[in-house]
């Protein structure tokens, strides 16, 4: 590892934010470079900051994320909880109870078409171009489209250029995980079981009251321990939360420990939201509305940076309108479809502090954007960043001069307002299509002179907000949306993330595309938190039993809402006062 490396560790809490997380570990997985022998030149991007080198007992090199990851029982499917890289002693799964015993078993789904051909692999087994003529036959036929073989392509990458539809197909997150995970990194809380129909696990309390276990506690200790004593120089922590549930609750109290224990080390925290949720009833809304306030609140308060993250547009009862992107069709009700698009966006907003070069610390980022106690951010992507196959950045940046084409990515900020500060990313735009073809015909384009994405993505910050403070990163390297990432594309970008002038051929996928994305502290916040407010300080917590059951003091709810308040307060400007007060007024 690297002498300049400073390290990552990665806490994922939650069903959805496993989704999230996965899909995220197969981005950065889908960029390794495994040729030795290669040309290319290195990855701007230090993929030690999160992975760490490892041994098997059998001398085996591993190279696996430094995660640790929560969820309920039944949600791994065919995934070993220890996972299969390193040889570790079976659990005992002994009861150990004098009395009746009742046993309750569950079905576990068989691997899909993905998991058995990634297996094959794991084994050495190289397919045959017999195997790919074959593929999409009997029962994978919906699983997989292939394209036309090549007898002078090396049977690997034959394998590789799978299109595999596993919509139908995934059900948990680990049915589509690509990587390999540490012994340590999956931990399962048995105490409650993961069932989208009868979710009992809705309960902030619940998760607090988890940690207060000595089973669960001393686990966590364990965990963490074990990453953070791996690391030379650890520079903070990226969590991933389902806010919405017990979760949240956990969460919370895990990130109060750290931030005693760890208090100079940044903790960016990403809240993720469903768009589409199974059960909808008017106690079920209400439970998750409690569970988001009071999460809002504690994370904020316990984060160097809290971001919630959605492509519903609502952070209270209603998940609203989706988010639209130009150049995307998905499905709002498939975690699998909105977890990977949200993950495109993470792994591009945090590039900043994983660069090998020109990088910035967690804690630069997060103690920019948490100025004057707004410990809260909004998350904005344009997914692909447009450009033409005979056009050229700087003049994809001219149109958005015109027209910012960002979308929103976190719920209840529709209008961005007032930009405080932002650190803005743009990724893989090829060395060929950044200056405009013929200066002499745009003499009016601010771009004109621009010769570098650098020159090009400053121009376009200090032109959009002038007197803001603007962090530009710009990278080399695109993001990779290969295998089992799904198909959202539509079929006018190529293969390599262009605008074409075609339809994409219908067995040919989308291996790599163009991003831009803000993490920006924004006035359009206090709307967001303001009608999350104003739906939460109606609440009588006094009808919710279960929450006062768990351990919910009347009193402490009431701080809570306050406290949110408060936080919405503290995004105000002139112009959103005014919107305020006219609010206030019509009630």
Same mark, same amino acid.
């Given at each position: 590892m ?19 997380? %996965?899909?995220w ?5 889908s ?39 929560y969820?309920? $029982? ?29 046993? +309750? ?21 190289? @397919?045959?171009?017999e ?9 994978? +036929?919906?699983?997989?489209q ?15 250029s ?10 948990v ?12 990194t999956?931990?399962?809380?048995? #105490?409650?079981?993961? =069932?989208?129909? !009868? ?5 902030? /309390? ?8 000595q ?33 949240? /609750? ?19 925290? &990403? ?21 988001? *306030?009071?999460?809002?609140? $504690? ?14 547009? /609502? ?28 993950a495109?966006a993470?792994?591009?907003? %945090?590039?900043?502090?994983?660069t090998?070069? =020109? ?26 960043? @447009? ?12 149109? &958005? ?19 405080f ?17 013929d ?18 993505l400053?121009?376009?910050? !200090? ?38 002038? $075609? ?11 163009t ?8 006035? /359009? ?19 919710? +039993? ?12 009431? #701080? ?8 919405a ?5 002139? =112009?959103?006062?005014? *919107? ?8």
């Amino acid at each position: 590892m690297a002498g300049s490396t400073r390290e990552v560790v990665t806490l994922q809490f939650g069903h959805y934010a496993n989704f999230v997380g %996965t899909h995220w570990w197969n981005i950065q997985e889908s960029s390794f470079c495994y040729d030795a022998s290669s040309s290319s030149s290195p990855s701007d991007i230090n993929h030690d900051v999160l992975f760490r080198e490892g041994l098997t007992l059998t001398g085996e090199q591993t190279y696996t994320p430094r995660l640790i990851l929560y969820d309920l $029982k039944g949600s791994l499917n065919t995934l070993k909880e220890d996972g299969t890289l390193y040889d570790v002693l079976e659990k005992d799964d002994e009861v150990h109870w004098m009395g009746d015993v009742t046993l +309750h078993t569950s079905d576990t789904s068989g691997k899909n078409q993905f998991l058995r051909d990634l297996e094959r692999i794991d084994k050495g087994e190289l @397919p045959t171009e017999e195997d790919a003529s074959s593929a999409g036959t009997e029962d994978s +036929h919906d699983e997989v489209q292939e394209a036309t073989p090549q007898s002078s392509i090396n049977p690997l990458e034959v394998f590789r250029s799978k299109l595999y539809n596993l919509d139908q197909s995934v059900s948990v997150w680990s049915d589509f995980l690509r990587i390999h995970l540490h012994p340590n990194t999956v931990s399962i809380l048995s #105490e409650y079981a993961h =069932d989208p129909e !009868q979710d009992m696990f809705d309960v902030f /309390g619940y998760g607090q009251q988890l940690l207060g276990t000595q089973r669960v506690s001393a686990d966590l200790e364990d965990r963490l321990h074990f990453f953070v004593e791996d690391c030379d120089s650890l520079q903070g922590f990226q969590v991933l939360v389902d806010p919405y549930n017990g979760f949240g /609750g956990l969460a919370s109290e895990v990130l109060e420990q750290m931030s005693e224990d760890y208090d100079n080390k940044g903790i960016l925290t &990403f809240g993720c939201y469903p768009s589409v949720y199974v059960r909808r009833s008017p106690i079920v809304d209400y439970h998750r509305l409690i569970c988001t *306030a009071l999460s809002v609140t $504690k994370l904020s308060a316990n984060s160097s940076l809290y971001t919630p993250i959605s492509v519903a547009s /609502g952070l209270g009862r209603e998940p609203g309108p989706m988010a639209s992107f130009p150049y995307l069709t998905y499905n709002p009700s498939l975690h699998y479809h909105t977890g990977g698009i949200l993950a495109t966006a993470l792994d591009t907003c %945090t590039l900043p502090y994983r660069t090998r070069s =020109d990088g910035v610390l967690m804690t630069e980022l997060t103690n920019t954007l948490n100025y004057s106690g707004r410990k809260m951010a909004a998350l904005s992507a344009r997914l692909p960043f @447009p450009i033409t196959l005979d056009g050229a950045l700087a003049a994809s940046l001219s149109q &958005f001069v015109a027209a910012p084409d960002l979308v929103s990515l976190c719920p209840g900020v529709r209008e961005p307002g007032r930009t405080f500060m932002q650190s803005v990313v743009l990724r893989g735009v090829p060395p060929n299509r950044i200056s405009i073809p013929d200066p002499a015909d745009h003499a009016d384009s601010i771009f004109r002179d621009c010769r570098s994405a650098n020159d090009c993505l400053k121009r376009y910050l !200090q032109y959009m907000y002038p007197g803001m403070l603007n962090a530009g990163t710009v990278v080399n390297e695109p993001l990779a949306v290969t295998t089992p990432f799904p198909h959202l594309f539509n079929a006018e970008i190529t293969h390599d993330g262009m605008v074409g002038f $075609k339809p994409r051929s219908a067995v040919q996928g989308v291996e790599k595309v163009t991003a831009m994305t803000s993490l920006s502290s924004l006035s /359009g916040l206090q709307g967001s938190l303001a009608a999350l407010h104003g739906e939460v300080e109606k609440v009588d917590i006094r009808r919710f +039993h279960r929450f006062l059951d768990a351990g919910l003091e009347e009193d402490d709810f009431k #701080e809570a809402v306050e406290s949110l308040r408060q936080l919405a307060r503290a995004y105000q400007t002139s =112009d959103n006062e005014m *919107a305020e007060d006219s609010d206030d007024d019509s009630d």
